[in-house]
Every structure is written in C-alpha cells, then in structure tokens.
C-alpha cells in the first residue's frame, strides 16, 4: 500500500509541475542569472569599492643604444668588481651593476628596521590595499615584466608568462583573499585543571627578514618573499643572483611603488646583488631573524653556517629529482599525458626546481609513451621566438654533456639532442638542444643528478606494482615535487601517492600544488621548512603563545595553595596534595578523580 501511495504522490506531483506556469516567470530568470554570475565574479576578484587598487609607474630598464655582444658572456669583469649582465639569448651587453658592500647592506637592514617600526602597526586591511594594487600594477604591465625577465634570463614571453606573472598573481591574490584568516590569533583548548584559563595564539611579525633566491625566475623569485613577508608585517632584505641582477632594481621599484601608493615607506623593501664572499655578511647579520634560501644543496651548506653564527632561522629549497610516475591505466590518457610531461621538462629550459627530471613508465605504457615522447622532442626548435629559450649561462654545458654521455655508455639510448648547440643567428647565446634519454636506469648518474636543464629522462619500471615503482621513484637523494598519472578508480595510484617520498604530489597534472599556494618545499636533499600556503605565512611570524584569565572579573586567579607555598611546611602533605592535583586532572576514571579529589581534600 505504501508504494502505492508513492507512485500516486509522484503523479501528482509531476502533475501539478507540468500545470505550473513557468512561462509567467521567465522574465525573472535573466536577472537573477546576472546577479548569481556577477556574484561569483565579485566573491572570486575580491572587489571592494573602497579598496581600489591605484595607479602608480614605474620606469622600464633599456638595453643600450649600442648593440655589443660578447666575445665570452660572463658576469665577471677582468680587473673590475662590477657585476656584468647580459642577454643569456644573444650575449647582448645590457650594463653594469655595482655590487654590495657590508656597509651597503648595514645600511638596507637599518632602513629596513625603521620602516618596519611603523609597518608592523598596520592592519591587515591596510596591507591588502597594498598587495591588491601590487597584483593591478602587475596585470596591468605584465608584458613588460616578462619582456624584462626574458632579456636577463633567457627564457621565452610563454615560460616568462607562466613562470613569472601567474605564479606571482596567484600568490598575491592567495594572501588578499586568505592571509588575515592565517595569521588571525587563534583560540586553543584549555585542559581540567586550567578551566579557568583561555589561551591563545598570535602570529607577530619578527622584524627584519631575509631571502636568498636563485636565477631562473628573477621577477617571481624576487617578488614572492615580498609578499609573504610584508603581509606578515616583517621589513624584507632580498638578495638576487648576480646571474640575473640587472632587472632587479625594475622589480624592486614595482614593489616598492605599491607602498609609495599608499602613502607607506618604501624603504621597507630592500633588494642588494653581491658577491659570494659578501653574502655571508647578511647571512650572519644580527639584525635579520629569518632566512629563506633557494638554490643549491653545496651553498645552502654555507649559508646555514652563517645562518648559525646568530641563529637564524633558515627554509631551505634546493631543487630536485622530480619524477612523474605513469602508471599502466593512464594509458587511454596518454596524449594529454604527454603535452604535460613535455611542457614539465622543458619549461625554462629546464631550469625549473620543480620541473620533471625523471619519467617512470610501467612496463604496460612504456613503449608506447616512449614513441609518442620522440618525434614531439625532436620537433622543438631553439630560440626566444621559437619553444625553448635559452640558459642563463654555459656554466653546467659540460657537466650536462658528461651526464648524457655517461648514461649512453651504460646503456640508455639517446634519442635526441644530448649537445651544447651554436644558435646560428645567436652564437654567444647560451643554447643546449632538448634531450631525450630512454632506457635509463637508477645506476646511471643522470638518473640521480638534478640536471636543470633541458634533458627528459625516461625509466622503465621492472613491473607494474607501486612497490617496484616507489623503489624506483624514491631511489635519488631529493624530495621535493612528484606527479602521478593513472585512473582515478586503479588502487596502485593512491598506493604512490602516499609512498612518493616529496613536499608535493600533482594527481595526473604537473606541480600545480604551487600554483594553489599550497605549502612548498622538500625533504631529504631538498631542503628543510616550508614556504607558501598558511604554513609559510605563519612561518615568518614570531609564534606566540597566551594564556589569560578567562574569569578575571570574579576574582578566579591562580594562587599556590598552602601545602605548596615556600617554605614548604610538610613535603609529605605537599606530595599527597600535589598526587591528588595529579589525579583530578589526569586521571582515566571517574572513580579515580574522585579519590584524587578526596586526597586533595585531605592534605589541603
């Protein structure tokens, strides 16, 4: 009967729908379809008409009038402490830097220190303003910021585009959008016997804080330090790599001119270029209390020497040996697989700290995957106009070389490139073909070696179970980024995922953890601590732990109880006191607390 009943109430239902006059209402549909879009375009922009970014310019940095190129690019000049740049493209003399002195650096971290004085009592909607007008100055030149980084480091406008404007947008827009929520004191649980007591925990600024960045991607590099740092409420000293040196005065300005903006001290944000011998210096400085290092494992040995010597806190990212595990069932998707891996390691040249260096195939894709890698390798032409740009220098040409020769000696076919190339219009440019290796095993050096460059790596996998895969992806000293590509539905996928020995897993996609502001960084070789995401916002704050009254207002405070006070009267009163205090707070059972509250009784 009740199924009965069902079935009549549903025909009446569809009844009385099929009688409704939807037609008298249509004209409701258009706005209200406006209004929910135009919702969620205001919720996703984070517009706020009294937090309009403003405007501000800043000059862009010219090549010279005269076009010289280097007989031997190099940044170091013959009898001269000035720092040499260039276009690693073209081998274009762009200028001369003056490096930094210890005194020059002295002097930023004290101007850094007074303008942080009155930044730190600014609020966070104070600070968004800032950040929010950063990000329009950005979107708004972001030709010219790519342009720029183009010419000092040799990548392409595309790698610059998504290497350098989105990542940097993201973030600013991740810390406008979620940053106050991060650092916003938060309440914690009290126990028992501190009833009476709420604590709390607040995120402060430290001070002064300090980043060590690498090359490849001057502007993000520079910028995302800033970011995190100023919306903390920290002054920031960022050190750039002489490799890149000459548009980091551009980037600089761009961040400094959101705080002129606004009527804030742009002193607040410093940048310097030195020397290695200098370096130490502010690695060492009293007057900095974080260090963010990216770079390699050899120097990040120095810095946190240095770091040492004041105790300094340093996050180290130092590259990788990322792999990205296909799986047998990733097969059907193999086509969109392979678009991935190939804009993974070939991105920048290859210069990318979490770029694929390692490609571990399960014996069921292999061949397969390794035909459809070759003619797409083979295809790319060399060139900032064309799809791989340039290195920022010939520097590891011959370490690269000796790897891939290594690897072919042992066995591993080389199926393209493998060589230094002379540009034919750019011959001082710094060019290194696109390079494919297959059949490599984790004997070869080429298979352990972060080779940050662009060289595909393929390894075949002895079977197709997760354990023989994990033994393959984990064999490398490093721990810093992985992907796994596979159905969703195969149970081997989830079995790598949580067996991938990294700071970050990409399900079937490349490194997009970075691109979400999750926190990044790695293990084992590839450093320590973490940056982005909540845990590298707080990571710039000085954690503070506080514990008030929560019932002040009734007189409900601690107070030692007499068989505790000094002078101690009794020590085996005061034992079978402090035992019961003991008991009542952590005992398992009722009946427990019970006589522990008797002994308290007893002995108070």
């Known amino acids: 009967m009740a199924v009965e009943d069902l079935v009549a109430w549903v025909d009446e239902f569809s009844d009385l729908i099929q009688d409704f006059p939807i037609k008298d209402f249509v004209f409701l549909l258009a706005p209200i379809i406006f209004a929910v879009v135009g919702g969620l375009i205001l919720y996703h922009t984070h517009t706020d008409y009294w937090e309009k970014p403003k405007r501000y310019a800043v000059p862009i940095p010219k090549k010279p009038d005269e076009c010289k190129i280097l007989e031997h690019p190099t940044i170091k000049v013959p009898s001269s402490t000035a720092i040499q740049c260039y276009m690693p493209a073209t081998g274009q003399f762009l200028g001369l830097v003056n490096p930094s002195t210890p005194a020059g650096i002295d002097r930023a971290i004290a101007q850094a220190h007074a303008a942080q004085d009155k930044w730190a009592k600014t609020t966070f909607s104070e600070r968004r303003k800032v950040l929010r007008t950063m990000l329009q100055h950005i979107l708004d030149n972001q030709e010219q910021i790519c342009e720029v980084s183009s010419l000092d480091s040799g990548k392409t406008m595309i790698d610059a585009q998504l290497g350098e404007i989105m990542v940097t947008a993201e973030k600013l827009q991740w810390t406008i959008r979620h940053g106050e929520k991060a650092l916003r004191p938060s309440r914690r649980p009290t126990n028992l016997l501190m009833s009476y007591k709420r604590n709390t925990v607040r995120y402060e600024p430290l001070g002064v804080v300090a980043a060590l960045v690498s090359w490849n991607y001057p502007f993000h590099n520079l910028m995302g330090p800033i970011i995190s740092s100023i919306f903390a409420g920290n002054g920031v000293i960022v050190k750039v790599s002489e490799q890149t040196c000459w548009s980091a005065a551009y980037y600089t300005m761009i961040a400094r001119g959101a705080l002129v903006a606004h009527g804030h001290d742009p002193q607040l944000i410093q940048s310097v270029v030195c020397w290695p011998q200098t370096a130490s210096h502010l690695t060492s400085h009293p007057g900095i209390s974080h260090l963010t290092f990216i770079g390699s494992r050899p120097v990040c040995h120095q810095v946190a020497a240095s770091a040492a010597k004041s105790l300094t806190p340093v996050v180290a990212e130092l590259g990788g040996k990322d792999a990205a595990v296909i799986l047998d069932s990733a097969e059907r998707d193999l086509g969109r697989i392979v678009d991935i891996l190939m804009r993974g390691t070939f991105q920048a040249s290859g210069q990318n700290c979490i770029g694929i260096e390692r490609i571990i195939a399960a014996p069921g894709v292999y061949d397969k995957l390794v035909a459809m890698l070759e003619p797409r390798v083979k295809a790319l032409r060399l060139g900032l106009d064309e799809d791989v740009g340039a290195m920022v220098s010939d520097a590891s040409f011959a370490r690269l070389e000796a790897l891939v020769d290594d690897a072919v000696a042992r066995g591993a076919r080389l199926l393209a490139g493998g060589k230094r190339h002379i540009h034919p219009d750019h011959p001082r440019g710094f060019y290194f073909t696109p390079t494919l290796l297959v059949d490599v095993t984790p004997a070869m050096a080429v298979a352990n070696e972060e080779c940050f460059g662009p060289i595909m790596t393929v390894l075949r996998a002895p079977s197709s179970s997760a354990s023989d895969i994990l033994a393959l992806a984990n064999a ?129």
């Open 476 to 604: 490398p000293d490093f721990g810093l980024g992985s992907s796994v590509y596979g159905r969703d539905s195969d149970a081997a996928l989830q079995e790598v995922v949580r067996g991938l020995r990294a700071g970050g897993v990409a399900v079937n996609d490349f490194a997009v953890y970075y691109a979400v502001q999750l926190p990044f960084g790695g293990v084992g070789g590839s450093g320590y601590g973490r940056f982005a995401g909540e845990e590298g916002l707080r990571g710039l704050c000085n954690t503070k732990s506080v514990c008030e009254d929560r019932l002040a207002w009734l007189g409900i405070r601690t107070a030692i109880p007499p068989p505790v006070r000094y002078p101690v009267a009794s020590q085996q009163r005061g034992w079978r006191f402090t035992s019961g205090v003991v008991g009542l707070g952590y005992a398992l059972t009722v009946r427990e607390k019970l006589g522990a509250l008797v002994d308290i009784l007893r002995n108070v």
